[in-house]
């Protein structure tokens, strides 16, 4: 499988995207190769997903919408939801530029901010290196998420959802449903692997 070009997408999220929004991208990929090498997955593919995440990021609500809307996501059911539509646009946005990318790859962008039920490892590597980056502005829980999903990504991704739940309750900001599944899917796979292991 080839991929595009590092440089050039490199090049091209420099063009698009805020300064503090390319350093967090730089930080993503990081993290994800770091992942992918201790996880067993593709290096390649997860440092082009990491670069690729949040590169609809800088785009309006209305462009946003108007993306989303031709790729035929249910906007009825995310309207309540701007924050999420960069996620969902971006295969969109990135293919444009690119060209055919592997669905394993779009998934893990569409993916990136809410998760979803029976996700892929390459899924829950993109989602928590989002989370867990190296440039974040350090904050409770980071640290012991970074450390766990190096160790575990299953736990890791998990205890990631967990937090991210907390603080969207915190603010009082609705959880999407994606979210929801994501958390009670994972859940249920921990809870499996660990009946695997006494068996
Ligand atoms: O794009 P980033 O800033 O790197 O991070 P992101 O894509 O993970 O999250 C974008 C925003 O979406 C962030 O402010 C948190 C928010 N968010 C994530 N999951 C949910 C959510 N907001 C709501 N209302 N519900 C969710 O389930
Ligand atoms: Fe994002
Ligand atoms: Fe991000």
Redesign the pocket.
């Given at each position: 499988m080839t991929y595009p070009d590092r440089i050039e997408v490199l090049r091209w999220l420099y063009g698009r995207l805020k300064p503090h929004r390319f350093l967090?991208t730089l930080g993503v990929e990081q993290l994800a190769v770091q992942l992918a090498s201790r996880h067993h997955l593709s290096v390649e593919m997860a440092s082009s997903a990491a670069l690729l995440h949040?590169c609809a990021?800088n785009m309006s609500v209305e462009e946003l919408l108007k993306v989303c809307d031709k790729a035929g996501v249910d906007l009825k059911r995310n309207q309540d939801?701007p924050?999420?539509l960069?996620?969902f646009a971006a295969p969109i946005v990135a293919q444009k530029q690119f060209g055919p990318l592997p669905e394993e790859l779009l998934n893990a962008i569409r993916f990136?901010?809410?998760g979803h039920a029976h996700m892929t490892p390459m899924e829950k590597l993109i989602f928590s290196a989002?989370?867990a980056e190296p440039g974040r502005e350090p904050f409770p829980g980071l640290m012991e998420a970074r450390d766990l999903i190096l160790q575990d990504l299953n736990r890791g991704t998990l205890l990631i959802l967990e937090n991210?739940v907390q603080y969207?309750q915190n603010k009082n900001?609705?959880?999407?449903f994606y979210?929801l599944e994501a958390l009670q899917s994972l859940r249920q796979e921990i809870q499996s692997e660990g009946r695997d292991n006494v068996q």
């Open positions: 967090h949040d990021k939801y924050q999420l960069h996620a990136h901010t809410t989002d989370y991210t969207l900001q609705n959880i999407h979210t």
